[in-house]
C-alpha cells in the first residue's frame, strides 16, 4: 500500500523524467529550432566544400568560402544565446 507522500514523489519523478518533444514546444520555438538546423546544414556544406577548394584548387577562394560559413555560424550561434 503506498502512501499519499510516495505518489507524490513518484509523480515528481516521472515529471523530472519526462523529456520535452517537439509537439511539447511552442510553435515559435519550433521555428527557431528548424531555422538554426538548417543554418547548420548550410554551414557544415560550406566548411566541407571551403576545405575542399582551399586544399584542391584555390586558397583566396577556399579562404572566402570558410568566411562565409563562419559568417553563417556565427548567425545560428547569435540565434541561440540570444533567443531571437
Given at each position: 500500500?503506498t502512501?499519499d507522500?510516495e505518489?507524490q514523489?513518484d509523480?515528481?519523478?516521472?515529471?523530472?523524467l519526462?523529456h520535452s518533444r517537439?509537439?511539447d514546444?511552442n510553435?515559435r520555438?519550433?521555428?527557431?529550432?528548424?531555422?538554426?538546423?538548417i543554418?547548420n546544414i548550410?554551414?557544415?556544406l560550406?566548411?566541407?566544400v571551403?576545405?575542399?577548394?582551399?586544399?584542391?584548387?584555390?586558397?583566396p577562394?577556399?579562404?572566402?568560402?570558410?568566411g562565409?560559413a563562419v559568417?553563417v555560424?556565427?548567425?545560428?550561434?547569435a540565434?541561440?544565446?540570444?533567443?531571437?
Amino acid at each position: 500500500m503506498t502512501t499519499d507522500k510516495e505518489r507524490q514523489i513518484d509523480e515528481m519523478v516521472r515529471r523530472k523524467l519526462h523529456h520535452s518533444r517537439l509537439d511539447d514546444e511552442n510553435p515559435r520555438e519550433v521555428m527557431m529550432l528548424r531555422i538554426r538546423n538548417i543554418l547548420n546544414i548550410i554551414f557544415m556544406l560550406l566548411a566541407v566544400v571551403g576545405a575542399v577548394v582551399y586544399v584542391a584548387y584555390d586558397v583566396p577562394t577556399g579562404g572566402w568560402i570558410i568566411g562565409a560559413a563562419v559568417i553563417v555560424k556565427s548567425v545560428e550561434v547569435a540565434l541561440r544565446l540570444f533567443k531571437v
